[in-house]
T-cell receptor
Framework: DSGVTQTPKHLITATGQRVTLRCSPRSGDLSVYWYQQSLDQGLQFLIQYYNGEERAKGNILERFSAQQFPDLHSELNLSSLELGDSALYFC????????????????FGPGTRLTVL | DAKTTQPPSMDCAEGRAANLPCNHSTISGNEYVYWYRQIHSQGPQYIIHGLKNNETNEMASLIITEDRKSSTLILPHATLRDTAVYYCILRSLDSGYALNFGKGTSLLVTP
């Protein structure tokens, strides 16, 4: 158990709909990352938040957005869903202390499996 | 455009050492070598990381060549639960803090 929790575990929805995935980081971790894993693209970084602010963006579609709240939990919002958005969505957290920098380890949650029908 | 090259698959007998190679011939001086694994659609699990010295923890050992162009992850006594996809990832401040997963090596541990 990494200490990172994600809800829901599974989500089934229809094309055109909007969903919200939730992530609670490990206690004390300030940084949250979102990753998408689909069969054809593998594990891809979407976006990172640090202490409530967006820190880095990866291959995130404009239909997707995220935020990190004052209690440090994060939500990933996916809208106008398409069949190709079906994937596993993982959240990871890290302490991201200024002194640890690049050696800061990311710990992953169990993921949310999204199926778009 | 992953900067590491790993064999797509490997087999290992239970109880034997599993040696997973990774080539990173274009590694730069400030890049760390990280290893993660993913067991059947679970969240990726951190294993170990290093810069230039060999590293060991309770899960594995990491051997980095002197020129840093390749490394080997060693699971000393593989068990069936070590069957997973293993990812070798380079990480530096220049590339940001995100992990750039490639295709990894699918390790099958057999009885």
């Amino acid at each position: 158990d990494s200490g990172v929790t994600q809800t829901p575990k599974h989500l089934i929805t229809a094309t055109g709909q909007r969903v919200t995935l939730r992530c609670s980081p490990r206690s004390g971790d300030l940084s949250v990352y979102w990753y998408q894993q689909s069969l054809d693209q593998g594990l891809q970084f979407l976006i990172q938040y640090y202490n409530g602010e967006e820190r880095a963006k990866g291959n995130i579609l404009e239909r997707f957005s995220a935020q990190q709240f004052p209690d440090l939990h994060s939500e990933l919002n996916l809208s106008s869903l398409e069949l190709g958005d079906s994937a596993l969505y993982f959240c990871a957290s890290s302490a991201q202390l200024r002194t640890s920098g690049i050696t800061d380890t990311q710990y992953f949650g169990p993921g949310t499996r999204l199926t778009v029908l | 455009d992953a900067k590491t090259t790993q064999p797509p698959s490997m087999d290992c007998a239970e109880g034997r050492a599993a040696n997973l190679p990774c080539n990173h011939s274009t590694i730069s001086g400030n890049e760390y070598v990280y290893w993660y694994r993913q067991i059947h659609s679970q969240g990726p699990q951190y294993i170990i990381h290093g810069l230039k010295n060999n590293e060991t923890n309770e899960m594995a050992s990491l051997i980095i060549t002197e020129d840093r162009k390749s490394s080997t992850l060693i699971l000393p006594h593989a068990t069936l639960r070590d069957t997973a996809v293993y990812y070798c990832i380079l990480r530096s401040l220049d590339s940001g803090y995100a992990l750039n997963f490639g295709k990894g090596t699918s390790l099958l541990v057999t009885p």
